[in-house]
């Protein structure tokens, strides 16, 4: 099986979108690739463990991507063997009438992930310089003090916002937590291939939205805003990773080898010792049970 490597996957540059991969090809077969990820969420399950015991940072996963790109079973399949405590997952909708009553990262400050914990967020923060670049309207609603018509949204708008996405970013980041924001690069193809089998396969049906359509005329849109995301975010402290997403094992082992090799690095997150007092004293406190 070909290696999956960090450097293969993260965007350290500039980037045009159309010249990055949306096949992974790892040179084996898909029942190699569900195994390697097995055994690669186990050590990552392990690791979390230790995490929280640490206790001083957080994991941040980020996930963008087209309609069906995956994201829902990604997180299903590369988090199955974490500890329920340990891990948070969130998927961001169209925003509530209170969410829109206070500024667009507000949720987000909300669904953060305490020390010791994973937060994966499913459609992220990214969706207010996504969606809302596509669908400029959509700000009106956030009733912006100097925003009065969709001309008011415009690229010093945009400017000011990634300004404030990148800001907010440092800032955790400054204070422990450790961002990992996944790109899951689907094809125009595959995508039309998995609204198909939605249609196709009766048990998936429900996973079908007309809405899908209207959004996928306007693909081309769509990857102008990410490419622009992307360029403009993807920094040390807050990195995006290119998921080529067209094979679902494949982008499922990507994510998680990636999380825990960067993960694994940090060599100061440790399970905590016992104090000297506690450790002394440690064959007393067997006895004493022993002779319950």
């Not at 990262?105 to 914990?117: I, M, T, V």
């Not at 992220?124 to 996504?130: A, P």
């Not at 992307?230 to 998921?243: D, G, L, M, V």
């Amino acid at each position: 099986m070909k290696k999956i490597t960090i450097a293969d996957h993260k965007i350290i540059s500039k980037i045009k979108l159309s010249n990055l991969p949306s096949i992974l090809d790892l040179e084996t077969n898909d029942d190699d690739i569900k195994k390697e990820l097995k055994k690669v969420r186990k050590k990552l399950g392990k690791l979390q463990d230790t995490l929280y015991a640490h206790g001083k940072y957080s994991i941040l996963v980020c996930l963008q991507g087209m309609d069906t790109s995956g994201k829902d079973s990604l997180i299903r399949e590369v988090f199955k063997d974490f500890n329920a405590r340990g891990v948070e997952v969130m998927s961001f909708k169209v925003p509530t009438e209170l969410e829109l009553k206070h500024d667009y990262l507000w949720r987000h400050y909300l669904a953060l992930p305490a020390r010791g914990k994973f937060g994966v967020h499913n459609r992220t923060h990214y969706e207010n310089v996504l969606v809302t670049r596509v669908h400029p309207n959509y700000i009106l609603g956030e009733k912006l003090p100097n925003i009065h018509s969709v001309e008011d949204v415009n690229d010093k708008f945009w400017d000011t916002r990634f300004n404030q996405i990148n800001n907010f970013e440092k800032h955790l980041a400054e204070n422990g937590t450790l961002i990992f924001k996944f790109f899951m690069n689907l094809s125009k193809d595959e995508q039309k291939r998995r609204l198909l089998r939605r249609l196709d396969l009766k048990q998936k049906n429900w996973k079908f939205s007309a809405g899908d359509l209207k959004e996928r005329k306007l693909w081309d849109n769509y990857m102008d805003c990410y490419q622009d995301a992307i360029n403009r975010t993807s920094k040390e402290h807050a990195p995006w990773f290119n998921i080529p997403a067209d094979n679902k094992p494949a982008a499922r082992l990507a994510v998680a080898t990636i999380l825990y090799n960067t993960l694994k690095e940090y060599k100061d997150i440790k399970e905590p010792e016992l104090d000297d007092k506690t450790k002394a004293n440690l064959h007393l406190y067997k006895e004493q049970l022993n002779n319950e």
